[in-house]
């Protein structure tokens, strides 16, 4: 695989990111901007000055970015804002590969869909509800405009380790270890991706050479409710503390697609590495929790 250039290696997926391409054989540099993570180079993706400069230092023959503000309800709020990394900061690295003849890869989302058909195939109509999936969709109709054959991987609810603990499943296992309760709601269904299987599985895509749109997520449709209780059994917490709401409830600021989720026919096809169950994956990681994390 040569060099690969992971943009977002700070967060959740770049973080395993770096680690399965490196088992690959690659040689993976990767980048940081808001958290200060040793090892990884700063760089601001919606500046092409800092892009060329990184690109020209590095010289790789493959772009991966997992980099993105994904928080939805920000992206509700705050438009214009976030519009400029996930819209325009994608273009910026669109362009720049485009102009080397890179490879790139690119994470996006189930959140395209309206959430009334899910799980769905790579050929389902997008129809997004917020402006996070509009977002989404925008910077996936760039590269492919842009790009003779890119990589767009589409996921959702990442879990796993990570350095802030931002992931439903970690933020479940900090508030019921600490004795505070927690709802989850019982109308939002997804397919659960463990991060680590997911970073495994682009990084066999990259090596193969596989183009286009294709879902990699877990292989089981479920409510948010049951994730959490068989989170709280992985981890050896009570799931009676585990409320059951609607999604109203929550009172969130972007609306949510309730029957989301991917179907992964095509990548069963495409790669050797079988995506995870949630019961698999929440108890990998209960058995590997790295320390130093909350």
């Known amino acids: 695989m040569s060099t690969v250039l992971v ?9 395993h990111l770096v680690t399965a391409l ?11 901007f808001g958290q200060d993570v040793a090892g990884l180079t700063q760089l601001d993706f919606r500046d092409p000055g800092q892009v060329d400069a990184v690109l020209d230092e590095v010289r ?33 690295l669109a362009r720049a590969a485009a ?5 790139m890869v690119w994470l996006s989302t189930d959140y395209l869909f309206d959430g009334t058909a899910g799980p769905y195939p790579e050929t389902a109509e997008a129809l997004p509800i917020q402006e996070y999936g509009r ?27 990570e350095r802030v603990g931002k992931n439903f499943v970690q933020r479940l296992v900090k508030t019921l270890s600490a004795g505070e309760p927690m ?28 183009t286009g749109v294709v879902n990699v997520s877990g292989p089981d449709f479920t409510d948010r409710h049951t994730l959490a209780c068989a989170a709280a059994r992985a981890f050896g917490l009570d799931p009676e503390a585990i409320a059951k709401v609607t999604t109203p409830d929550l009172g969130q600021d972007a609306p949510r697609p309730l029957r989301a ?31 130093g994390v909350p």
């Open 261 to 291: 989720g991917l179907t992964v026919d095509r990548v069963r096809a495409l790669v050797s590495t079988e995506p995870m169950s949630y019961e698999e994956g929440l108890a990998t990681m209960a058995a590997s929790r790295p320390a």
């Open 183 to 210: 709802r989850a709601p019982v109308d939002q269904f997804s397919t659960p991706t463990y991060a680590p299987n997911l970073a495994a599985i682009v990084a066999e895509l990259l090596e193969r050479g596989v």
């Open 99 to 103: 102009a080397r003849g890179l490879r």
């Open 7 to 15: 943009v977002g290696a700070s967060g959740q997926v770049g973080e």
């Open 22 to 32: 490196a088992d690959r054989g690659a040689t993976v540099v990767g980048t940081r």
């Open 135 to 161: 977002q989404k969709l925008a910077g996936e109709h760039f590269l492919l405009a842009t790009l003779s054959d890119p990589l767009i991987v589409r996921t959702n609810v990442v879990y796993g380790w």
């Open 60 to 92: 790789p023959d493959a772009l991966v970015v997992p980099a993105a503000q994904p928080n939805v309800d920000l992206c509700e709020r705050e438009p214009e804002a976030t519009y400029d990394i996930n819209v325009r900061g994608t273009a910026v």
